[in-house]
């Protein structure tokens, strides 16, 4: 457990204000993201069969929440989902999406291996979208083009909180800033990947890390774990801002245009999963059976606590602290639902 205690911290809306701007925020911006990415609505699932291969393994060491139910097969685990990231790609086949159309959903999680701090929680909330896009698409332009207008949508809703609470939004820079993994390595090679982040997110004040997950050149280590088998490490990213109230990055998105079958076998067999290629979805893309897509989580508390200027995650969202995070954070005026 970690925790940031900024000095002469005041909330500026109750608890309950603070409730109607989450709301506002959380509604509205998905409609400006369904307009601007052509999303459609769709009602996602809580848990996944283990056997399908849905669940995101995350960097393969988190424990997914897991049951049996009483009128399923004994042996048919039953996991709460990490992400969406599968599962949507499967949806957009499923449900007869065309070209160029996409979805979105409320995603709820459970990570129960998270180190929780300001930024991190149990309890994870996200808007899941994916989109159909050409094979020739499968370039950096579109990586780009999709961010800026992620980045459109985020200034858009900030501008609409501004002017409902003016003294309690948090001003955004004007543009994104885009940087590639090894670009960070080779400009300051003596940090960590985080010391890297903080760097030139302080720098540009909004940016976009590009291709995380392969070995970079002088560590020969990745800039950060990502699964093998739904981003291509070589066309995904996350997009970070400077967050002056606590003199730190925060991550809000993390996407990326998804693997194509020739990308996921080498993935798979760089990361020595290539087992999972026996798995239902994993069949499914190697045989060419899924669309081409990109797609990515946006972190919904995440979001308001950015726009609101909150100093803790659980200001904005309902779930379980250590007692002694509590208490730390009472005591420095931080509204713990």
Same mark, same amino acid.
């Given at each position: ?75 048919? @685990? ?32 459970? &990570? ?26 499968? @370039?950096?332009?579109?990586?780009? #083009? @999709? ?20 003294? $309690? ?11 590639? @993994? ?11 990947? #985080?010391? &890297? ?20 050149? &002088?560590?020969? #280590? ?30 809000? $998105? ?18 020595? *999963?290539?087992? &999972? ?26 979001? *308001? ?33």
């Amino acid at each position: 457990m970690s925790l940031i205690l900024p000095e002469d911290y005041q909330p500026t809306l109750t608890i309950r204000d603070t409730e109607a701007a989450i709301v506002f925020i959380r509604e509205r911006f998905q409609e400006i993201l369904g307009q601007k990415l052509n999303l459609q609505r769709m009602s996602a699932p809580l848990f996944v069969e283990k056997s399908t291969g849905l669940n995101d393994n995350l960097n393969g060491v988190e424990r997914p929440v897991a049951f049996d139910a009483k009128d399923l097969p004994e042996d048919d @685990t039953i996991e709460i989902v990490h992400s969406l990231a599968k599962w949507k790609r499967l949806a957009l086949k499923k449900y007869g999406f065309g070209m160029h159309e996409g979805l979105y959903t409320n995603m709820n999680a459970i &990570r129960r291996d998270e180190d929780l701090d300001n930024f991190h929680s149990i309890y994870v909330d996200q808007w899941d979208w994916e989109k159909i896009i050409a094979k020739k698409e499968r @370039t950096e332009d579109t990586l780009k #083009e @999709t961010v800026t207008k992620i980045f459109a949508a985020i200034k858009q809703i900030e501008a609409e909180c501004a002017a409902r609470y003016p003294a $309690s939004t948090y001003r955004l820079p004007e543009k994104v800033h885009f940087v590639t @993994t090894q670009e960070l390595e080779d400009t300051w090679p003596d940090l960590s990947p #985080e010391e &890297r982040e903080d760097k030139i997110a302080q720098k540009e004040k909004a940016v976009f890390i590009m291709k995380i997950g392969d070995k970079l050149k &002088r560590s020969g #280590e990745p800039h950060d774990g990502r699964a093998p088998d739904y981003d291509d490490w070589q066309l995904n990213g996350d997009l970070i801002f400077w967050y002056e109230p606590l003199d730190q990055k925060i991550e809000i $998105s993390s996407m990326g245009i998804r693997v194509s079958p020739e990308s996921l076998h080498e993935q798979l067999k760089k990361a020595d *999963c290539l087992d &999972r290629e026996k798995l239902a979805f994993h069949k499914m893309l190697l045989d060419g059976k899924l669309p081409y897509t990109i797609g990515g989580g946006i972190g919904q508390s995440r979001l *308001c606590m950015l726009l609101l200027a909150k100093a803790h995650i659980g200001e904005v969202q309902a779930s379980v602290w250590p007692q002694e995070m509590i208490e730390q954070c009472q005591k420095h005026q931080m509204q713990i639902l």
